[in-house]
């Protein structure tokens, strides 16, 4: 079956450092998300890539294709990037429907 | 305001009891889906819906069903719950882009119903 790992599944870090969170899949894929949940439980779309690398403020999210992997960065990180962060991966060969990771638990200290 | 509704948000109920979870997006999107949250075990998707009256199943669709009769609403219907279908659920919507591969565009989430079955 087709799998979605991310590593660490949790991670506690102190405000200012700099984080790396990674997804890296079994198979081709056509695309990848990036989530992330709040502590309430809403869900937020952070990225979606194919291919390459994008930035967002703060956060940078970049796709190996050939390694199959991708990582998710936070510079500057702030308690408010506490959450958990999700990879979800569209298969390739035609497939619509989405397989996600476990999910990252990140905590940033003051 | 661009939305993806869901209700209701809380819902205890029986088993053997049916009910219906309603999924509602204002962007006309073509693309919903259902999903299912549990500890440990992540998101999983359970039916999707490329369009009107186009849908398919997710890796866990056993014990639910789904229908697409208007563009905007996608509900989850469960025709006898039982307690293992006690989770968190999520619906999502997002653009076909067109000419591309179906789902390439953002997810845009609803904000969870959490579902006890006893």
């Known amino acids: 079956k087709n799998e979605v790992e991310q590593s660490p599944q949790n991670l506690t870090a102190q405000e200012g450092e700099f984080i790396t969170i990674n997804c890296s899949y079994s198979?081709?894929?056509?695309?990848l998300h990036w989530l992330q949940q709040h502590p309430g439980g809403g869900i937020v779309s952070l990225f979606m890539?194919?291919?390459?690398?994008k930035k967002h403020g703060r956060l940078i999210a970049t796709i190996n294709i050939q390694e199959k992997h991708s990582s998710l960065h936070i510079t500057a990180s702030h308690p408010r990037d506490s959450a958990v962060y999700i990879c979800?991966?569209?298969w390739g060969g035609g497939a619509d429907g989405l397989t996600f990771g476990k999910g990252t638990h990140l905590i940033i200290q003051p | 305001e661009a939305q993806v509704t869901q209700n209701p948000r809380y819902l205890i109920t029986v088993t053997g009891k049916k009910l219906t979870v309603t999924c509602s997006q204002n962007?006309?999107?073509?693309?919903m889906s259902w999903y299912r949250q549990d500890p440990g075990l992540g998101l999983r998707q359970i039916y999707y819906?490329?369009?009107?009256?186009?849908?398919d199943k997710g890796d866990v669709p056993e014990g639910y069903k789904v229908s697409r009769k208007e563009k905007r609403n996608f509900p989850l219907i469960l025709e006898s719950p039982s307690p293992n279908q006690t989770s968190l659920y999520f619906c999502?919507?997002?653009?076909?882009?067109?000419?591309?591969?179906?789902?390439?565009?953002?997810?845009?989430f609803g904000p969870g119903t959490r579902l006890t079955v006893l």
């Open positions: 962007m006309n999107h073509e693309y």
């Open positions: 819906s490329m369009n009107v009256e186009v849908t």
């Open positions: 999502a919507s997002s653009h076909r882009l067109a000419g591309g591969p179906m789902g390439t565009d953002t997810q845009y």
């Open positions: 198979v081709g894929i056509s695309a």
């Open positions: 890539l194919s291919s390459g690398k």
């Open positions: 979800a991966v569209r």
